[in-house]
Structures are given as structure tokens and as C-alpha cells.
């Protein structure tokens, strides 16, 4: 994203599009408090309940809404997901109550192919399997208990939970796989600006009734101590964005965890790449109507507004809280293993089954979605575990 003069953009527009409801609520809060940081201003116009882009009601996901996922393009990315599945609960033993936590369940399309998957090609797994979905979003569990009601489940088999605070407290202890595909780039991010040799903090404020960008100290000491932890530094004027709040959450998977593995299915790099000069001006980014945004100020709460993903960041403070790093793949390398091309030659033949045959290369095609997200696994009280979704593709 190039950095952003504001305000910007027709006042106009900016009314007609946002939600005014929200609008106010954001510009009370900023009254206030005098000025915001932007990973508030953000999780209010995302998750402000009932009003913000992910809580209130309308259609986010697909060729109607704004953006797809890669469970949107084909059902062989949950039937590969359901493979990697099975082989991390035969390496901890075949434990009975096998547990799937996804986190942040979209339209439930995931969930329902993992699902389905298991249920065919693996009994004994899914006679004892625990899908647990972790969903702020009210309308959105709404429509994934809708689309799995359609798989006939036993009635415990799938149970909701609002955040990871609420899955703590189960009485279980959890022994299985924490699961999230393009969750953590949504979470709301601080962002920061190199003036001077020093790090600055860009707040949200008010202007003439309309949201501006002032700089100031950084809010949390862990904005200081990010970058020297990562060995990066950012260069004069250069802005960048800083998920403490995945570093939170990744916090709470590793309490909740008993034993077993996170995936998490991501676009971001690493931190040297993601932090290049190159990004001068970070990588947040909103989209509406599958169109890019470069303002976060216009259509409030219309927009879904998301940042890359540090994966350098995640692998270390996931150390940190007892996540032994497994290994880092693309999202290509990673359904190649696990063997998705071997499922797309059965495909039958027939219109339909060509244009899934089309649908499903998209998940791995070279610069496209096979390269830019990236899969990164940690476990937890498992030994060296060799998974096949990190193996080699083109091992004999």
C-alpha cells in the first residue's frame, strides 16, 4: 500500500457508503479519548458488535461478497486438510475425541469439507471427533450452523464458542488441532512510522467531523520491543503494521492446547521480506466488491480491512508460549504433498468436473494463491513430528 494522505477521498461518497451507525460510534469513542489508536479504530469498524464489517449482517465471502477463500475455489482443500488431519491424530495415538478448533469459520465451507471428508473416508476418526469453531461473528455462525445442519450431524458434534477465553474453560483437555485460514491477517493491527531513529505511533482522530492520522508515542511497550526481537529495522519514514493481537491469540492457543498442532493458513511472509524497504508504506489494504481500498476511512464498515501476516513473529512468540515450530511451506508445496493433484486427475470427466478441475489449480498455481499464502505448523507435546503437508512433493 502506498502511504495515504488524509482525509481523502469525496465526503460524499464516504457517507453514502459507510455505516452511519457505526460512523458515530467510532467518532464518540474518539471524542472521548481525543484520539485512537488505529488497531482500535480497526476492531470497531470490523468487529464493532453489530455494526462492524464481520458483525452485522450481509454477505462477506464469495462471488457476491468481497473476497474468496480458498475453501470458495474447491472442496479439495478441505479434503486435503482432512488428510494432514489424519495423520497428526494417528501421530498422537488416535486419541478419542480428536479435536478440530477452527478459528474464524467463514461461511462454514471449510468445516463442512473436513467434515464430509472424514466422515467418508475415515469412521473411526469422526465416530469420536470434536469440531469446535471459535466465531465472533454472530451472523456468520448463524450461516455455518445453517450449512452444517444440511450434513446431518450427530447433534454434539460441532459446538460454537465466541472466543478462545470460552474454549479455555472447557473442562476437556484438548488434544487435537487448532485450525485458521485467513484469520489472523484480519485481526485488528497497530500501525507505526520510523520518524527520526524513533518509533512513532499513528493514532485516528477528528478533523472537521472527518477521521484524520496524527503521529505520537507508541501506545504498548510491546510496539519498542517488536523489531529488535524480529533483527529488523525499519528505515526513515517507512510505516508498517503490528498484530499484537495474534500474538495474543497465539498466547491463548498455546494455554488451551493440550497436546497437538496449530495450522495456520495465511498470506504474509517472513519478517525480512515483509519489513523490505520495498513495503515502505506497510501492507494494509481494504476490499469491497473483490475491488482493492486504499483508504480505511472510506465505507466504514463496509470494507474488510486486513494486513499481512508476520509469520517470523508468529514462530517465535509461538516458542515463547509452547509452540515448538513444526515447519513453514506455501500453501502450493503443502497441497502438492498432500497428494491434491492425484485428486484433481479423478475428477470425472464432464463440463462440471472441468471447470472444478480449473478451480481447484488455482489453489496452487505459482503467483497466485499457491504461493502467496503460506502454511505454518507448530505442535505441542509431540515428538520431531514428520508431517506429510511439509514433506517433499517430488520425494521418489
Not at 458488535?49 to 473476497?67: N, Q, V
Not at 511497550?221 to 499484537?244: D, I, K, M, R, W
Not at 500474538?247 to 493440550?258: A, N, S
Not at 504433498?337 to 496452487?364: N, Q, Y
Request: charged content about 25%.
Amino acid at each position: 500500500m502506498r502511504p495515504l494522505t488524509r482525509p481523502g477521498g469525496d465526503a460524499s461518497k464516504e457517507n453514502c457508503l459507510c455505516r452511519p451507525a457505526l460512523k458515530e460510534l467510532v467518532r464518540r469513542r474518539i471524542r472521548e479519548r481525543g484520539r485512537i489508536t488505529f488497531a482500535e479504530y480497526m476492531a470497531l469498524a470490523l468487529y464493532a458488535p453489530g455494526l462492524g464489517y464481520y458483525t452485522a449482517p450481509g454477505r462477506r465471502i464469495g462471488k457476491e461478497g468481497d473476497y474468496f477463500t480458498s475453501p470458495n475455489v474447491s472442496p479439495l482443500f478441505g479434503a486435503a486438510l482432512a488428510r494432514q488431519l489424519t495423520q497428526m491424530w494417528e501421530l498422537l495415538g488416535r486419541p478419542v475425541g480428536f479435536a478440530v478448533v477452527e478459528c474464524g469459520a467463514g461461511t462454514g465451507l471449510l468445516a463442512g469439507d473436513i467434515l464430509k471428508t472424514l466422515r467418508e473416508a475415515l469412521p473411526e476418526l469422526f465416530a469420536g471427533l470434536r469440531y469446535l469453531i471459535v466465531e465472533v461473528s454472530r451472523p456468520l455462525a448463524a450461516v455455518q450452523r445453517r450449512r452444517l445442519g444440511t450434513l446431518s450431524l450427530p447433534r454434539s458434534k460441532v459446538q460454537w464458542f465466541f472466543d478462545m477465553a470460552h474454549l479455555i474453560r472447557e473442562p476437556l483437555p484438548l488434544v487435537g488441532c487448532v485450525l485458521s485460514n485467513e484469520f489472523v491477517d484480519a485481526l485488528p493491527v497497530h500501525r507505526v512510522r520510523m520518524v527520526r531513529g524513533h518509533l512513532r505511533e499513528i493514532y485516528v482522530t477528528l478533523k472537521d467531523g472527518r477521521f484524520v492520522e496524527v503521529e505520537g508515542p507508541v501506545s504498548a511497550s510491546g510496539l519498542v520491543e517488536y523489531f529488535p526481537a524480529l533483527g529488523v529495522e525499519l528505515v526513515q519514514g517507512q510505516e508498517a503494521e503490528v498484530n499484537l493481537a495474534a500474538l495474543r491469540w497465539l498466547e491463548q492457543v498455546g494455554e488451551t492446547l493440550d497436546r497437538g498442532f496449530v495450522v495456520t493458513i495465511d498470506y504474509g511472509y517472513e519478517a525480512p521480506e515483509l519489513y523490505d524497504p520495498r513495503h515502505l508504506g506497510g501492507t494494509l489494504v481494504g476490499y469491497r466488491g473483490h475491488r482493492l481500498c486504499t483508504n480505511p476511512y472510506e465505507a466504514v464498515g463496509r470494507q474488510d480491512l486486513t494486513a499481512h501476516v508476520d509469520f517470523t513473529a508468529l514462530v517465535k512468540h509461538g516458542e515463547k508460549a509452547g509452540l515448538a515450530t513444526t515447519g513453514i511451506t506455501s500453501q502450493m508445496m503443502f497441497l502438492l504433498s498432500l497428494g491434491v493433484l492425484s485428486e484433481i486427475d479423478e475428477l470425472p470427466d464432464g463440463l462440471e468436473a472441468r471447470r472444478e478441475r480449473l478451480a481447484a489449480r488455482h489453489l496452487i498455481m505459482p503467483g497466485g494463491m499457491g504461493e502467496v499464502f503460506r502454511v505454518l505448523i507448530q505442535h505441542k507435546g509431540v515428538a520431531n513430528p514428520q508431517l506429510q503437508g511439509l514433506a517433499s512433493p517430488w520425494k521418489a
